[in-house]
């Protein structure tokens, strides 16, 4: 098993500001585990013993409501970690993670992340700087909520450009989706019917190639200004 320390992931994840000691411990404690896609990790509902992190792959989050279809919450990948919020509040899991392309997920259990938390007061903080962080982006989303499809759908592109997007070699963005086109869908609160018709739009407006799931963004500025247009920036 790769050390934690050694992990692609671990540099951002709220892990890092473990010292010497505590990086030891979590080496120590923590159970790596292979997914292929579309396995569960954890199911909404299920007691919550301890907290995930993912090592490498892309992992959906997902709910379900009473009603309706599952919600598509986040996507996730390497350094996150899974699961924190029900943990620190000791309920279920409010949410399911399904993996959504081959991953390895490290689990920490609950005695273990408990020392950790109580012997290194570095990493409550780091903890408690991530749901200040998630607070803000699902407000964030709340926000975007509120625009046009075509504009969820532009704030969704430049988000996942950080993590999966490349320039090729004549200088243009390329995004390679991570997730089908339904849970791109699920995943902006939209049918997939109105996303295939706000791709196609901005295709025909000369922002985008799409080829299935690559997308080749030829007008960065104009993704931004779909945002500014619409007062989401």
Same mark, same amino acid.
């Given at each position: 098993?790769?050390?934690?320390?050694?992990?692609?992931?671990?540099?951002?994840?709220?892990?890092?500001?473990?010292?010497?000691?505590?990086?030891?411990?979590?080496?120590?404690?923590?159970?790596?585990?292979?997914?292929?896609?579309?396995?569960?990790?954890?199911?909404?509902?299920?007691?919550?013993?301890?907290?995930?992190?993912?090592?490498?792959?892309?992992?959906?989050?997902?709910?379900?409501?009473?009603?309706?279809?599952?919600?598509?919450?986040?996507?996730?990948?390497?350094?996150?970690?899974?699961?924190?919020?029900?943990?620190?509040?000791?309920?279920?899991?409010?949410?399911?993670?399904?993996?959504?392309?081959?991953?390895?997920? %490290?689990?920490?259990?609950?005695? *273990?992340?408990? &020392?950790?938390?109580?012997?290194?007061? +570095?990493? =409550? !903080?780091?903890? #408690?700087?991530?749901?200040?962080?998630?607070?803000?982006?699902?407000?964030?989303?709340?926000?975007?909520?509120?625009?046009?499809?075509?504009?969820?759908?532009?704030?969704?592109?430049?988000?996942?450009?950080?993590?999966?997007?490349?320039?090729?070699?004549?200088?243009?963005?390329?995004?390679?989706?991570?997730? %089908?086109?339904?849970?791109?869908? *699920?995943?902006? &609160?939209?049918?997939?019917?109105?996303? +295939?018709? =706000? !791709?196609?739009? #901005?295709?025909?407006?000369?922002?985008?190639?799409?080829?299935?799931?690559?997308?080749?963004?030829?007008?960065?500025?104009?993704?931004?200004?779909?945002?500014?247009?619409?007062?989401?920036?």
């Amino acid at each position: 098993m790769t050390a934690c320390a050694q992990c692609d992931g671990f540099p951002r994840s709220e892990w890092s500001v473990l010292d010497a000691a505590g990086r030891a411990l979590l080496q120590r404690s923590a159970l790596c585990q292979a997914f292929d896609q579309g396995q569960t990790i954890f199911a909404q509902g299920d007691p919550c013993c301890g907290i995930h992190c993912v090592a490498s792959g892309t992992v959906i989050l997902r709910r379900r409501p009473v009603c309706g279809d599952a919600l598509v919450l986040s996507i996730r990948h390497a350094g996150h970690t899974l699961g924190y919020r029900s943990f620190f509040a000791r309920e279920s899991h409010s949410s399911s993670a399904e993996a959504a392309t081959p991953c390895q997920v %490290c689990f920490v259990e609950q005695p *273990a992340v408990d &020392a950790l938390i109580n012997s290194q007061p +570095a990493l =409550a !903080l780091a903890f #408690l700087r991530r749901v200040a962080s998630d607070l803000r982006s699902a407000e964030d989303a709340r926000v975007v909520s509120q625009r046009a499809v075509r504009c969820r759908l532009a704030a969704l592109i430049l988000s996942l450009r950080h993590e999966y997007g490349c320039v090729d070699d004549d200088g243009t963005l390329v995004v390679k989706l991570p997730i %089908c086109r339904r849970d791109l869908a *699920a995943s902006i &609160a939209a049918r997939p019917e109105s996303v +295939a018709r =706000a !791709l196609t739009q #901005l295709v025909r407006d000369g922002v985008l190639e799409v080829d299935r799931r690559t997308l080749r963004i030829t007008d960065l500025d104009a993704l931004f200004d779909e945002l500014s247009a619409s007062g989401a920036l």
